[in-house]
T-cell receptor, first 114, second 113 residues
């Protein structure tokens, strides 16, 4: 158990809909990272937050947005869903922003868009 | 784009050592080399990391070339539970704003019983 909690574990929805994925980082971790993993693909970096502030942005679509709240949990919002958005979405946390510490990953949220 | 290059897949026999290579020719002086693995249906988990010297922990060993342009993750005695995708990534010691932690596709390790 990494200490990172992601909900929901599974989500099935239809094209055009909007969903919110939630991540609770390990206690005390200030950095949260979001990754997307499509079938047989590597981990695609989406976005990083540190203590509520956006730090780095990857290949995140304009239809997607994220935020980190004062209690440090983070949400990834996916809107106008398309079939290609079906993937595993992972959240990871780490204690700090500016160091090379390890990342702790959650078990992921599997999104299926029909 | 990933800053590391790994073979797509490798095979090894159970109970034999496994050497997983990673090339990172553009590594900078302050980049740490990290390895993660992803077991089936799970999130990635940390394996080991190092800067210049070889490193050992309970899971594996990390051998880093003298010029730091390549490294090798060593599993001393592979078990079926080691079948996973192994990712080699670089992390700057002090991350600047907009530094991204990029995972490539990793190496899928198959263990033969």
């Amino acid at each position: 158990d990494s200490g990172v909690t992601q909900t929901p574990k599974h989500l099935i929805t239809a094209t055009g809909q909007r969903v919110t994925l939630r991540c609770s980082p390990r206690s005390g971790d200030l950095s949260v990272y979001w990754y997307q993993q499509s079938l047989d693909q590597g981990l695609q970096f989406l976005i990083q937050y540190y203590n509520g502030e956006e730090r780095a942005k990857g290949n995140i679509l304009e239809r997607f947005s994220a935020q980190q709240f004062p209690d440090l949990h983070s949400e990834l919002n996916l809107s106008s869903l398309e079939l290609g958005d079906s993937a595993l979405y992972f959240c990871a946390s780490s204690p700090r922003d500016r160091s090379a510490g390890e990342l702790f990953f959650g078990e992921g949220s599997r999104l299926t868009v029909l | 784009d990933a800053k590391t290059t790994q073979p797509n897949s490798m095979e090894s026999n159970e109970e034999e050592p496994v050497h997983l290579p990673c090339n990172h020719s553009t590594i900078s002086g302050t980049d740490y080399i990290h390895w993660y693995r992803q077991l089936p249906s799970q999130g990635p988990e940390y394996v080991i990391h190092g800067l210049t010297s070889n490193v050992n922990n309970r899971m594996a060993s990390l051998a880093i070339a003298e010029d730091r342009k390549s490294s090798t993750l060593i599993l001393h005695r592979a078990t079926l539970r080691d079948a996973a995708v192994y990712y080699c990534i670089l992390r700057p010691y002090l991350m600047n704003r907009d530094d991204k932690i990029i995972f490539g596709k990793g190496t899928r390790l198959h263990i033969l019983p």
